[in-house]
């Protein structure tokens, strides 16, 4: 499905107990960098977002909504 709609990362997420359903498109600009689009169809919650691996551990994400204006989150992997 993600090749039809031309995205290089498609995700379709629930989540039953906090009923919480997530999409997100993402598509790949280099080898470290990502730009896609979130959307939360409980809260209308529709976010784009920026993605950046740092490294093969560490990955930094922007994104900018509504409900909590920009976030910059990062992630460490073992």
């Given at each position: 499905m993600a090749g039809y709609l031309e995205?290089?990362?498609?995700?379709?997420?629930v989540d039953t107990?906090?009923?919480?359903?997530?999409v997100s498109l993402a598509t790949k600009i280099s080898s470290k960098l990502?730009?896609?689009?979130?959307?939360n169809f409980i809260?209308?919650?529709?976010?784009?977002f920026l993605r950046y691996r740092l490294n093969a551990h560490w990955t930094i994400q922007s994104s900018i909504d509504v409900e909590s204006g920009e976030d910059?989150?990062?992630?460490?992997q073992r």
């Open positions: 995205v290089d990362k498609l995700d379709v997420s107990d906090m009923l919480k359903e997530k990502d730009v896609g689009y979130a959307d809260s209308s919650l529709q976010a784009p910059l989150v990062y992630k460490a």
